[in-house]
Nanobody, 122 residues
Framework: QMQLVESGGGLVQPGGSLRLSCAAS????????IGWFRQAPGKEREALLC????????AYADSTKGRFTISRDNAKNTVYMQANSLKPEDTAVYYC???????????????WGQGTQVTVSS
């Protein structure tokens, strides 16, 4: 059974950056595609990015394209999301999730982390 734990969230000023981490245990991360999602209060969960392997990633959300990137370090069993040029509308709980093949649909992911809060505010 895979467990995922997100970290790296917090309070950041507009224009700032954060690197979120998604650490896996209980299974080898390299066997899975890992997606990042976010959910703001009162809104549906939104797919942001997914990484299938070290050389293949997909950006799903137009609102974060060019600002957010995804990478993985299979040796550390960790996937990262670098979030730059943050805006107040990026405020949300950010989740990572594991699946066999990248998808923008949350119900196709088998394992989820507990989420990490990102607040963008001055």
């Amino acid at each position: 059974q895979m467990q995922l734990v997100e970290s790296g969230g917090g309070l950041v000023q507009p224009g700032g950056s954060l690197r979120l981490s998604c650490a896996a245990s209980g299974s080898t991360l390299g066997n899975y595609a890992i997606g990042w999602f976010r959910q703001a209060p009162g809104k549906e969960r939104e797919a942001l990015l997914c990484i299938q392997d070290s050389h293949s990633s997909i950006a799903y959300a137009d609102s974060t394209k060019g600002r957010f990137t995804i990478s993985r370090d299979n040796a550390k069993n960790t996937v990262y999301m670098q979030a730059n040029s943050l805006k107040p509308e990026d405020t949300a709980v950010y989740y990572c999730a594991a699946t066999s093949k990248c998808s923008p649909w949350s119900d196709e992911y088998d394992y989820w982390g507990q989420g990490t809060q990102v607040t963008v505010s001055s």
